[in-house]
């Protein structure tokens, strides 16, 4: 498919609290091509949580249009938004959001469980996804028998398993030492390697340096644009 995979033209989200009227987005605009890696940053309030739960089809613009893959996002229905971050999105939070008394194995298989993929064609994607995050030896293994990293991993390879457009990470480190953390960043440079598109919302510029371009948010808007080649190539 031809053309940018995200275009934002004027978004604007704008939130009601009691009298107030709170402009979390104001008018922004950007193209992100497909395999770009890409970090979003800016204080707290500056709306970056807001512009990745637009982008990843969490919530909707009160002004503006979002196309993802040439689809404009506010034209689809509940069911093919569901589709969409079901197939099109993966996404990865600072919280793991793992299934306690679930295996890693069926932690990552779950989204092709609900979309209703065949057992074989299962097992199989689920192993390759583990198999990128090298967590194949253990799989087996709760979340709670798992290292945050490892558990981390798994939720990358949860994210991964359906071939998203997309992989969306918010603060994906938060929860992690400095040195696992900088594992799981080089994870992503792998990932990205092999051709996946990836957006990391980070507060934190260790973490943006990974990104071969940051979008700088301040007080709703777009501050600066900066591609740049990533300090940890």
Not at 11 to 19: A, N, P, T
Not at 149 to 166: C, D, F, K, T, Y
Not at 202 to 210: G, L, P, Q, R
């Amino acid at each position: 498919m031809t053309g940018p995979l995200i275009k934002t033209i004027n978004l604007w989200k704008i939130y009601q609290l009691g009298k107030t009227q709170v402009e979390a987005l104001r008018g922004v605009s950007f193209e992100i091509e497909r395999n770009e890696f890409v970090a979003i940053m800016g204080p707290s309030g500056s709306g970056k949580s807001t512009l990745m739960n637009l982008l990843g089809c969490l919530d909707t613009p009160s002004k503006g249009e979002y196309y993802l893959n040439g689809k404009l996002v506010s034209t689809l229905n509940e069911n093919e938004l569901a589709y969409i971050r079901n197939k099109e999105i993966g996404f990865v939070f600072q919280v793991f959001n793992l299934l306690p008394r679930a295996s890693a194995f069926r932690n990552v298989e779950l989204p092709l469980i609900y979309n209703g993929t065949p057992k074989a064609e299962r097992i199989k994607r689920t192993k390759k996804a583990l198999e990128l995050v090298e967590l194949v030896d253990r799989m087996h293994h709760k979340p709670t028998e798992l290292s945050g990293g490892e558990r981390q991993r798994v939720a990358i390879a949860r994210a991964l398993v359906n071939n998203p457009s997309l992989l969306l990470a918010d603060e994906p480190t938060g929860n992690l030492d400095s040195r696992t953390g900088m594992e799981i960043l080089n994870l992503f440079k792998k990932i990205h390697s092999q051709g996946n598109t990836i957006i990391i919302v980070t507060h934190d510029n260790e973490v943006a340096s990974y990104a071969e371009r940051v979008i700088y948010l301040r007080d709703g808007i777009i501050e600066k644009d900066e591609r740049r080649k990533s300090s940890n190539l």
